[in-house]
């Protein structure tokens, strides 16, 4: 019986608790419970049921007034009783208690380690003990019995599957764990040896495991620890569970290895996602770099390696600040770090650096991450190398200067449809024309009357090009207010990859000139 005390598990009455809490080394727990019927107490009978662990009521009777339960997995569960007297009559309240298992506190890989150099004492200790009891009198037959009973209850409760060989190879015991991890029940398990070929065992990288390669053929081949080997069971249906093998030589007469193993499915499978997770990164053609709230780079992919010149091993433990941003941008990263810490996204231009000091503009795009319960947990960047698109946009404005101060008229033509697409100011000034007015008007508006006339000069145009790849000549025009002028063109074809094929003209006013021609010819005629 369980006693009442302070440094009990009861500290009080069972009658008067809601409830008893038990370590999970409380491993065989009984219940006992009596009817208070005075007529014919022998005639009493009980029914128990453990919810959360038996399925169905269990019938008993006055002779087996307790209920008994071992190996309980840790958890939440009610104890029910009900009993019944001598005339058969039941009290359907009964009587309950909750009962709650506390979860065990090992799940390191030193515990396993520790756990396996145990199980190797423990095999030692009790089969030399029980060695030793069997030659002792008859009179220590009961502790030989007690001590088996212990060992049987270490070896069935034990948080590892546990395989033990004899030194022929041959499987001769194993716990209930094992036939869980394994797949097959313990009678089946019992009937293999260590390398029989019924084993289907994958290494971690999916192709089969020859048998020499097994941990317990290793520790029994060479009488030594093998520790930690990865291997998958490859189970009915071709459900594979991976397991953390660690095998030792038993140095007991007729035995040869102890084996253990725990499940790392869970673990595989995370790290399988994170190395999936790793090769989409990595497939990203920009830099993804990702950081904790203080700013220590924790990802650096291979876009990001090739971007900043810094490989994974030496970017990763270092402040960002150190690996990307020269002195020049210090301030401006900072305040981006204290955005991104409230929660923040930010996204525009950013002065880097590479690892050999060269720095670079990159479009850079910043968010926070959170985790499940939504805590910001870190930073994830993109950046891009930008060099070439702002060049590319110098470009652009030197060359939109250069048309808007030319002193020659510039215009473009949509040659599918004669639609004027652009004009410089000096081209839109010479015509009497603002800009907006002649852009989406025809070519035709142009020309003056009386002339061969638009078709007449397209078409002319259009041959000379087709012929020499470019038309120059005199045209005369006209004005917005009616006026005529002559200017001189050079029109030349362009391929646009958005408009389509476009006429570029070039035009210079030559009416002074023209003006100064006729008044010699005028002269020369008088003369």
């Known amino acids: 019986p369980v006693p009442i005390g302070s440094d009990s598990v009861l500290t009080q009455s069972i009658t008067t608790v809601d409830g008893v809490t038990l370590s999970y080394l409380d491993r065989v727990i009984s219940f ?43 958890g939440d569960y009610v104890f029910r009783v009900i009993g019944a007297n001598n005339d058969g009559l039941w009290n ?17 890989w030193w515990f396993y380690a520790l756990s396996v150099a145990a199980v190797v004492g423990v095999f030692g200790f009790i089969y030399w003990a029980k060695a030793s009891q069997l030659k002792a009198a008859k009179g220590a037959a009961a502790a030989v019995r007690e001590s088996e009973e212990k060992y049987r209850v270490l070896f069935e409760s034990f948080p590892l599957g546990i395989t033990v060989s004899d030194h022929n190879g041959n499987i001769v015991e194993s716990n209930a764990i094992a036939a869980k991890l394994l797949g097959v029940s313990k009678s089946e398990h019992e009937q293999r040896a260590i390398d ?13 495991m020859p048998p020499e390669a097994f941990a317990s053929v290793i520790a ?15 189970k009915a249906g071709g459900e594979i569970t991976w397991l953390s093998v660690t095998a030792a030589s038993l140095p007991l007469q007729q035995y040869g290895v102890v084996i253990s193993y725990a499940d790392i499915t869970q673990q595989k499978l995370a790290e399988a996602r994170i190395h999936w997770q790793g090769i989409l990164l990595d497939a990203v053609g920009q830099a993804v770099i990702a950081t904790d709230l203080a700013g220590t780079v924790v990802y650096f992919n291979r876009a990001a390696e090739e971007l900043y010149g810094w490989s994974k091993a030496e970017a990763v433990g270092q402040n960002i600040m150190a690996v990307t941003v020269p002195a ?19 996204s525009g231009e950013l002065l880097v650096q590479r690892h050999d000091g060269v720095m670079f503009p990159a479009m850079v795009y910043d968010a926070p991450v959170l985790d499940e319960s939504g805590q910001l947990i870190g930073i994830v960047g993109i950046s891009a190398d930008i060099t070439e698109r702002k060049r590319t946009e110098a470009e652009l404005r030197l060359h939109s200067e250069i048309l808007e101060h030319m002193s020659e008229g510039v215009q473009l033509t949509r040659i599918s449809d004669g639609k004027i697409t652009y004009v410089n100011p000096t081209f839109a000034r010479m015509f009497g024309y603002e800009p907006d007015e002649l852009v989406g008007q025809h070519v035709s508006i142009l020309n003056a009357p009386g002339g061969p006339g638009a078709v007449a000069t397209a078409a002319e145009i259009a041959r000379t090009m087709n012929e020499t790849g470019n038309w120059q000549g005199e045209i005369q025009n006209v004005r917005k207010d009616g006026s005529t002028f002559w200017c001189f063109a050079t029109v030349t074809p362009f391929a646009h990859p958005q408009v389509g094929q476009i006429g570029i003209s070039v035009h210079q006013d030559i009416t002074r000139r023209k003006q100064i021609e006729a008044e010699h010819v005028r002269q020369e005629r008088l003369g």
């Open 32 to 74: 006992e419970f009596a009817a208070l019927n005075y007529v014919a107490p022998a005639k009493n009978q009980y029914k128990y049921m453990l919810e959360g662990f038996d399925e169905q009521w269990v019938a008993t009777t006055s002779a087996r007034p307790f209920a008994t339960y071992t190996n309980l997995d840790p």
């Open 92 to 108: 359907e309240a009964g009587a309950a208690i909750r009962l709650t298992i506390t979860p065990a506190w090992w799940q390191t």
């Open 196 to 208: 029989s070929q019924e084993w289907q065992i994958i290494q971690s990288d999916g192709t089969p």
């Open 220 to 234: 029994l081949r060479e009488q030594r620890r093998v520790e930690n080997v990865e291997m998958g069971i490859v």
């Open 328 to 346: 020049i941008s210090q301030a401006q990263a900072a305040a981006i770090m204290a955005e991104l810490n409230q929660g923040h996204t930010w």
